[in-house]
């Protein structure tokens, strides 16, 4: 295994990996051993060496005083964080020995639910040794649905799969348009090379519920109602019909459904449009124009559409747009909403179904809380690990409950004591990226890469891999699949019958390549994978589904008797729970806020700066009222998932739905709604 160990010092090539698009090449600097600093790796072909604070910051999250060294036992109660020290031998004995008498009972090996996201995105550590276990176990199954899920559904039945513009081609778009995605935070070479078409006379764009960062560094910011973007995108395409600003060629050879599309859009004429989104009359003829009227225009989707009940539809809606003015075919045009298509793996190599014996049923990682608390045969045991779910889920006070029932076997595999980890019977320590080898594609850009350990493990942690195997051993499970290496597994994901286009990559062509990227065709000049090959305005698959087959705007569920819609979106200085337990970011970031109007602080007494409490019928938490402008009247935004170590009180997720969006089993953390008060 080659392997950066055994030099002392030195830079080493790595990559980024948290769950980021932008997915970044890194120098690592060692000095004695030990990490001293981090930037980026200016050979990177998209990320060209820049990367973001929180990352040049990392080595301090490395190597700081908290990060777990060896196993722990709880001591106390719950959720009390009291533990003691054991070691590896007596912690796989307990958790083996119980799993063991899980599967021997009659319920089985369905009393157990593995818990994971992407806290590392590496993909043989997420996807590869966890899923091949818990397969041959006979665990239950979790549907990873609390990110783009809905997104991606809508997305595919226009598309056919996660396959967009490829961002290095943006660079020629002479219009951007960012669509519910803060990118100057959470895709920041987006905005580097929009930044970069923008000095050569590009226009930018953002649609968005909150005038944040993005929307300040815009050319245009359009304030939209959260939730009725669908709307917003069916008008466009009214006035783009209406006006004769369609590439009618393009819609005969590419598409199906136009006929259709063109006359079911007559019932969403701008003043409609602007009466439901909010967006004045003239803006809408204004952006659809504008849009009409440039090549190439390339629009990037992102989380914000995606996390509501219509999530679905409304990116299916969107989705619909670079294809009425012919976008797809001109160099830079179309649209992102994520790439992951283009790179991916062997699925069954990676995750070996056939070791599963028997099937399993399903359970969504977004309903935990209720999983927790009403499945029946119940979940007896949990296993997490890449995630911190009391912090990140919806419904957190429900979440809680369940990981504080005293019958439930709980085993957390983290860096650090999460809020999750308090809620454990056993804590494993895990290494971090750099101490590991794997597979890293991202789901924006077109590379592979590759990581190699540059430093030692910290204290007795352990890879999600190598805990994984060591597991098998003491279950007594000894297929060959179960005690494979890094090397051997990333040979066999990226040799994916299905994906020529990462033909001739391996383990050892990036060992010295570092990344390569996936050989791509242009666009359209591979057949799309919708049934019908064509970009589909028109879904006979929706339509079998139950749901209406052309795009349509579907208000939000009804979320009760409170009055400001409440968006707890991500923030610029930590990323999803990754950091919030970090003091330097966590004084970069200040203190939690919530935005609101003027006319709604005005009308509850409130004049900013000051600690109001925020709250709906699922729970309540505080936050600094930040007040003015930046969202339109009964709208409130929050950034960041702020940890219990914070101050403890701003749990946002608290008040947020654990309703699933319309596709895709997704997330709505954006649907709920919430009443505020001065305390
Ligand atoms: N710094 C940082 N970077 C990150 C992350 C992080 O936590 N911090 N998280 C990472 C992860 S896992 C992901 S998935 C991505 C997510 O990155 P983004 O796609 O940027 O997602 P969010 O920040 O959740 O929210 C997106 C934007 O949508 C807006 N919004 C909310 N509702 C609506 C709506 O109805 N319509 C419109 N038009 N806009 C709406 C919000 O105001 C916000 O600006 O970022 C990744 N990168
Ligand atoms: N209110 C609200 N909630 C949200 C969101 C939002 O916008 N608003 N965004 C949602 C989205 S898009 C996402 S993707 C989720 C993400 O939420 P999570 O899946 O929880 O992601 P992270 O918080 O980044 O990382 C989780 C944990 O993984 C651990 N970890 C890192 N590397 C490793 C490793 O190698 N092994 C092990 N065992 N652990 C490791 C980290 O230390 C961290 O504690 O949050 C969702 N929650
Ligand atoms: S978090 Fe994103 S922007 Fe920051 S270094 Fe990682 S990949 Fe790059
Ligand atoms: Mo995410």
């Not at 919806?394 to 308090?422: M, W």
Request: charged letters at 20%; hydrophobic letters at 40%; a negative charge.
């Amino acid at each position: 295994m080659k392997s950066y160990l055994n030099q002392a010092d030195g830079v080493f090539p790595s990559v980024c990996p948290l769950d980021c698009p932008d997915q970044c090449g890194l120098l690592v600097h060692k000095e004695s051993g030990a990490i001293v600093k981090i930037e980026g790796d200016p050979s990177h072909p998209v990320t060209q060496g820049a990367i973001c604070n929180k990352v040049r910051n990392m080595t301090e999250r490395i190597y700081d005083p908290k990060r777990l060294q060896y196993p722990l036992l709880r001591t106390g109660p719950k959720g009390s964080g009291e533990f003691r020290r054991i070691g590896w031998e007596e912690a796989l004995e307990r958790i083996a020995g119980r799993w063991m008498q899980l599967a021997a009972s009659e319920e089985g090996a369905e009393a157990i639910l593995p818990y994971s996201f992407y806290g590392n995105m590496g993909r043989i550590g997420t996807e590869g040794m966890g899923r091949r276990f818990f397969n041959r176990l006979g665990a239950s199954k979790l549907i990873y649905s609390i990110c783009e899920a809905a997104g991606s559904e809508g997305y595919r039945y226009t598309m056919g799969g996660s396959y967009g513009t490829d961002p290095e081609e943006t660079i020629h778009a002479k219009l951007h348009i960012l669509w519910g995605i803060n990118a100057v935070s959470t895709n920041m070479h987006q905005v580097a090379i929009a930044e970069k078409a923008r000095k050569q006379g590009a226009q930018i764009i953002v649609i968005d519920v909150h005038q944040n960062r993005t929307a300040r560094w815009a050319d245009w910011f359009i304030p939209v109602m959260p939730g009725t973007d669908a709307a917003l995108a069916l008008g466009l395409m009214h006035i783009l019909f209406a006006e004769g600003l369609t590439d009618e060629e393009f819609l005969r050879q590419y598409t199906i459904g136009h006929e259709e599309l063109r006359e079911h859009v007559k019932q969403y004429p701008p003043d409609v449009v602007a009466a439901i989104t909010g967006v004045p009359v003239g803006d809408i003829y204004k952006l659809a124009r504008l849009y009409g009227a440039t090549k190439p225009s390339f629009i990037r989707i992102g989380n914000g559409p995606q996390h509501h009940d219509n999530g679905g539809m409304t990116t299916r809606a969107i989705a619909c747009l670079p294809a009425l003015t012919g976008q797809w075919l001109v160099k830079g045009g179309g649209a992102i909403k994520g790439n992951g298509g283009f790179l991916s793996l062997n699925k069954s190599a990676l995750e070996r179904p056939e070791l599963s014996r028997r099937s399993t049923r399903r359970i969504n990682m977004n309903l935990l809380g209720s999983a927790l608390l009403e499945l029946d045969p119940p979940i007896r045991s949990l296993y997490v690990y890449n995630s911190n779910p009391a912090l990140v889920a919806p419904e957190a006070n429900k979440v809680r409950e369940g990981l504080g029932r005293e019958d439930l076997f709980t085993v957390v595999h983290d860096l650090f004591l999460t809020e999750t980890a308090k809620f454990a019977d056993i804590v494993l320590p895990a290494t971090s990226s750099f101490e590991n080898t794997d597979l890293y594609t991202s789901y924006w850009h077109h590379y592979v890469q590759l990581q190699q350990p540059v430093i030692e493990p910290c204290g007795e942690s352990k890879s999600n891999v190598e805990v994984f195997r060591l597991l098998s051993q003491a279950m007594g499970f000894n297929e060959a699949l179960l005690c494979e290496s890094e090397e051997e597994m990333i040979d066999q994901a990226l040799n994916n019958p299905n994906n020529s286009r990462l033909r001739g990559i391996t383990h050892e062509t990036l060992s010295a390549t570092r990344f390569a990227k996936a050989d791509v065709k242009p666009f359209l000049m591979e057949k799309l994978h919708t049934p019908s090959g064509r970009i589909e305005l028109y879904s006979k698959a929706m339509e079998r589904s139950g749901y209406p087959p052309l795009p349509t705007y579907v208000p939000l569920v009804d979320d009760g008797p409170y009055p400001l819609l409440f968006i707890p979106t991500a923030n610029h200085n930590f990323l999803n729970s990754t950091f919030a337990q970090n003091d330097k970011h966590i004084k970069m970031e200040k203190t939690p806020r919530i935005y609101m109007n003027a006319f709604d602080a005005a009308a509850r007494g409130i004049r900013g700066g000051e600690m109001v409490h925020v709250w709906n019928a699922r729970g309540s938490c505080e936050l600094e009222a930040a007040v003015g402008n930046d969202v339109l009247p009964g709208v409130a935004v929050s950034q960041g998932l702020w940890s219990d170590d914070a101050g403890g009180k701003a749990l946002v997720n608290a008040l947020t739905p654990d309703r699933v969006a319309d596709m895709g089993n997704g997330a709505v953390f954006f649907s709920g709604k919430v009443e505020v008060a001065l305390r």
